[in-house]
């Protein structure tokens, strides 16, 4: 199983990113995906899901209306886009599949860091 998520970066608040997660290693459509995020000192946590046919599961309070999360099953890519970004979204983000209600399938992948900050 292999993971690489891209796309973060330095933004400025209220600016945007995609974020990008690349699978293989087992079979995409089947599972449902997941973003999560782990800022400095904190617990890893969960940000939004997404069910193997395309339907939304879940959004973090606080990145609802802001944050869209979506898939691609053909190219095996899960993808979150990103507006009105704001300093706390500062972390590290992870995409994994998923198993259970929250928890995720496989290991980590290396992650993508989102920075937003003047």
């Known amino acids: 199983v292999r993971l690489v998520e891209s796309g973060g970066g330095l933004v400025q608040p209220g600016g945007s990113l995609r974020l990008s997660c690349a699978a293989s290693?087992?079979?995409?459509?089947?599972?449902?995906m997941s973003w999560y995020r782990q800022a400095p000192g904190k617990e890893r946590e969960l940000v939004a899901t997404?069910?193997?046919?395309?339907?939304?599961?879940y959004y973090l309070d606080s990145v609802k209306e802001r944050f869209t999360l979506s898939r691609d099953n053909d190219k095996k890519v899960l993808y979150l886009h990103m507006n009105d970004l704001k300093p706390e979204d500062t972390a590290m983000y992870y995409c994994n599949a998923l198993i259970g209600a929250r928890s995720a399938r496989y290991g980590w992948g290396q992650g993508t860091q989102v920075t937003v900050s003047q």
């Open positions: 997404i069910f193997s046919e395309g339907r939304i599961k």
């Open positions: 290693g087992f079979t995409f459509s089947d599972v449902g």
